[in-house]
């Protein structure tokens, strides 16, 4: 079993929709979900991180955290073509590994307008 | 403009060969990583760094060498004991030590075996 399990794509939604993201993870120690946006062929770039449980929300996007549950998801709403790009979860454990961040394969998200 | 330079863009290396791949910041930050990226998946961390003159092993250490003299630069040696080493490569920086502290990454650089 990975440590961080994305879930398969890829994912295709039309302009305006809500586009769902989900990540489950095994390690009931770690800390901080993150969630980076990577386009085709270039670096990722942080789009959101939440530590409480709960939702957490910044603009057009929604994180939602359930430790409970091992459950981290993103939720992007009112989707624009801007939005396609591969989505990597990663998860960062408690101390003595605290600086190590383990990514998900990511969901490659497709908006159609 | 603060950030993380890596060079070269794309590389290629011969069968035998050790080649190194640079990474530098002017972030001021403790700690570094070296990330590879295969096609359809994700980063694999193969060796980080939290204070000068000091690294751990990542998940995938075997084949790479890497060194911190100095906090600005965390070099990558691919040696030849890597035998697949054709990848997407990637270099990160954080402030080191915080729970939500996020990762800075360079372009990257392609390697490819010739």
């Known amino acids: 079993q990975k440590e961080v399990e994305q879930n398969s794509g890829p994912l295709s939604v039309p302009e305006g929709a809500i586009a769902s993201l989900n990540c489950t993870y095994s390690?009931?120690?770690?800390?901080?979900f993150f969630w980076y946006r990577q386009y085709s062929g270039k670096s990722p770039e942080l789009i959101m991180f939440?530590?409480?449980?709960g939702d957490k929300e910044d603009g057009r996007f929604t994180a939602q955290l359930n430790k409970a549950s091992q459950y981290v998801s993103l939720l992007i709403r009112d989707s624009q073509p801007s939005d396609s790009a591969t989505y990597l979860c990663?998860?960062?454990?408690?101390?003595?590994?605290?600086?190590?961040?383990?990514f998900g394969d990511g969901t490659t998200l497709t908006v159609k307008p | 403009d603060g950030g993380i330079t890596q060079s070269p863009k794309y590389l290629f290396r011969k069968e035998g060969q050790n080649v190194t791949l640079s990474c530098e910041q002017n972030?001021?930050?403790?700690?570094m990583y070296w990330y590879r990226q295969d096609p359809g998946q994700g980063l694999r961390l193969i060796y980080y760094?939290?204070?000068?003159?000091?690294?751990q092993k990542g998940d995938i250490a075997e084949g790479y060498s890497v060194s911190r003299e100095k906090k600005e630069s965390f070099p990558l040696t691919v040696t030849s004991a890597q035998k697949n080493p054709t990848a997407f490569y990637l270099c990160?920086?954080?402030?080191?030590?915080?729970?939500?502290?996020?990762?800075?990454f360079g372009s990257g650089t392609q390697l490819s075996v010739l």
């Open positions: 939440i530590y409480s449980n």
């Open positions: 760094s939290q204070i000068v003159n000091d690294f």
């Open positions: 990663a998860v960062k454990k408690v101390s003595p590994n605290a600086g190590k961040s383990t």
């Open positions: 990160a920086s954080s402030i080191g030590g915080l729970r939500d502290e996020k990762l800075f």
């Open positions: 390690d009931r120690g770690s800390q901080s």
């Open positions: 972030l001021n930050h403790d700690a």
